[in-house]
């Protein structure tokens, strides 16, 4: 097994305690950062990595800001290279395909404007095709446990990063499990959320209507942490889903949890694989969990579908005209797999359509008998040289129990759940229906409290960790609607307030044009500050979200003069409570009105 030999943990909860504590500053923690990568000595687990004076420079100017004030402040991370990075080429495992975009994903902005640094971009299995990590010109990262086997995919690099205590936490994608596998095989943790949730503004797609953003990190709380910044309603984005209230499930006293029988359970004559599953679903017990068989056989044939039948034809929608163009360009295994789309017709998805359509509602009637459904992360794992003999086959084994999850709106959780005889550690997934996010977060921590042992290939010992939030469980309660229009809008520096207080984003749209903006002097985060007029004005950009009466209070509380609550009127004329700033504080401030808005302000620098 590969370490990194040091004697602190990069989980984000014990590095921010040392920030906060001032033992550390972003800057050392960052050259720590670079000092494990050259030590680890694997390049293939980068396609680009930064320099580290460019990175340096981006910790230093944190060093100005208050820790307490920005939630992933000074946390290392890293993002698979089918994200956009603002000035890297993206290249989703494909050199001749590389572009280098203007802007970053909204997610790797969300992440960046809570204080995250980013490190550099991660090696994958090409155009996010494949279970595997092998399939990519940049070599195959090692598996941190034996460099032997694979180390699953496609977000192999980000996994690995991770599992080796090279940064904090990485950005995955899951299609078909990518934010998965990966994490069951280098012993981490990956959270596959609701889809929609995440932006997937700036994503490559493989599967546009079915892709996600995926985390991957040393233990569920942190994923949580990470969910609660880089989650939101993004208006730029067709496939953003307005958040709904983050539904809770039962205590473990009373949870239900879901397993197939035994006779649709596949191991592929993996008998230690099956041996830590039983173990796993036997320690769900020991919490207090009811355990529940259910027919699995719904959510097995879903899973057949995506690859096996039309829907594998929407990869051709992402990059075919790429692959007409550039056949020599891509790994062989991938363009068998994408161009296999070809031979669908209109008929056939709409066939297919159907057919998902009576599994989703089979597989409903499946989730009256359970809360969560466990399963086997994968039925075994195989080494490179395995791969290579049967690539297309034993990836296809590998998705037995992912590929089904975002085809029926399902969101999931992989945690480690013990290790074989040989060193290798498998993986236990928990699902639920989509937005029981945080509330599987929650319940994953649980058991891997309860598993004890590592973060990682890192050899340092599970840290015990604070409980994370959850929003309030009923959605029916009165509710208040908030305008925010600075430092808390979707990216900024203090939205994570209001996603921690369980606020939805409700709309985008701008105020009456009876207000003028300001850029303030003097706060520790950059704030405007916006003052109605008793004649002339702009229309200005604001965000409407949505909280419990109990959560606007408490974040009321928050508020710093000379900010305060009062009546906002919008384009429309309707009203809403909104953010105002006391006149005397804008004496000698920046009138941005003008420009509309506190983005167009910010984009400026």
Not at 2 to 18: E, G, M, P, Q, T
Not at 559 to 571: A, D, F, K, W
Request: hydrophobic share 45%; net charge negative.
């Amino acid at each position: 097994m590969a370490k990194v030999n040091d004697s602190h943990s990069l989980d984000i909860h014990s590095l921010l305690d040392r920030y906060r504590t001032g033992s550390i500053a972003p800057a050392d923690a960052i050259a720590q950062v670079y000092d494990r990568i050259d030590r680890y000595a694997d390049p293939a687990v980068w396609i680009y990595l930064a320099p580290i004076a460019e990175t340096l420079e981006r910790a230093k100017a944190l060093q100005n800001r208050d820790p307490q004030q920005l939630p992933l402040y000074g946390i290392p991370f890293a993002i698979k290279d089918n994200l956009d990075w603002a000035g890297v080429p993206t290249t989703a495992g494909c050199p001749q395909f590389a572009r280098t975009p203007a802007r970053s994903s909204a997610v790797v902005e969300r992440l960046c404007a809570a204080g995250a640094i980013a490190i550099g971009k991660t090696n994958m299995d090409q155009f996010a095709t494949g279970l595997v990590g092998t399939r990519t010109p940049y070599g195959v990262c090692r598996n941190p446990f034996d460099r032997r086997y694979i180390p699953g995919g496609s977000s192999s690099g980000s996994a690995a990063a991770v599992s080796a205590g090279l940064v904090s936490f990485a950005l995955g994608s899951d299609t078909a499990g990518s934010g998965r596998v990966p994490a069951a095989f280098t012993n981490i943790v990956g959270l596959k959320p609701t889809c929609g949730s995440i932006s997937t503004r700036g994503l490559l797609p493989a599967v546009r209507s079915l892709d996600c953003v995926s985390v991957f990190a040393l233990t569920c709380a942190d994923a949580a942490s990470v969910l609660q910044v880089a989650s939101g309603f993004d208006a730029e984005d067709a496939f953003a889903r307005r958040p709904e209230t983050n539904k809770v499930l039962p205590d473990l006293a009373s949870l239900r949890v879901g397993v197939p029988p035994d006779g649709e359970l596949e191991f592929f004559g993996n008998a230690e694989a099956e041996q830590l599953y039983r173990e796993a679903i036997a320690r769900l017990q020991s919490l207090g969990c009811t355990i529940a068989p259910i027919d699995f056989k719904p959510f097995a044939d879903a899973a057949e579908m995506l690859y096996g039948g039309p829907i594998v034809a929407e990869r051709l929608a992402a990059i075919g005209d790429f692959l007409e163009a550039h056949p020599e360009a891509i790994d062989p295994i991938v363009y068998q797999i994408i161009s296999s789309g070809k031979r669908y017709d209109t008929v056939s998805a709409y066939r297919a359509s159907y057919q998902l359509a009576e599994l989703s509602r089979r597989a409903e009637i499946q989730w009256q008998s359970m809360d969560v459904l466990a399963v086997p992360t994968t039925g075994t794992i195989y080494t490179v040289g395995e791969v290579a003999a049967a690539p297309i086959a034993l990836n296809t084994t590998l998705g037995r129990y992912t590929n089904f999850a975002n085809l029926l709106d399902l969101c999931a959780i992989a945690v480690p759940s013990g290790f074989q005889s040989n060193g290798l550690p498998a993986g236990l997934t928990l699902m639920a229906p989509a937005w029981h996010d945080l509330s599987l977060c929650r319940l994953g921590s649980a058991f891997h409290a309860s598993l004890g042992g590592t973060l990682g290939a890192t050899g340092q010992t599970l840290p015990t960790v604070p409980e994370f939030a959850i929003a309030p469980k009923s959605s029916s309660e009165e509710r208040v609607k908030l305008a925010v229009v600075g430092a808390h809008l979707s990216g900024e520096p203090l939205n994570y307030q209001l996603i921690e207080l369980g606020g939805v984003l409700v709309r985008a749209c701008r105020t009456s044009p009876i207000y003028k903006l300001y850029a303030l002097t003097g706060t520790a985060i950059p704030k405007p500050g916006l003052v109605r007029q008793s004649e002339g004005g702009s229309a200005i950009e604001v965000e409407v979200w949505e909280l419990s009466i109990a959560a606007f209070g408490r974040f009321v509380a928050l508020i710093p003069p000379p900010l305060g609550i009062g009546t906002l009127v919008l384009e429309d004329g309707s009203t809403v409570q909104g953010f105002l700033c006391e006149s005397y504080a804008v004496a000698g401030a920046i009138d941005i009105s003008d420009l509309g808005g506190w983005r167009a302000y910010n984009s400026r620098f």
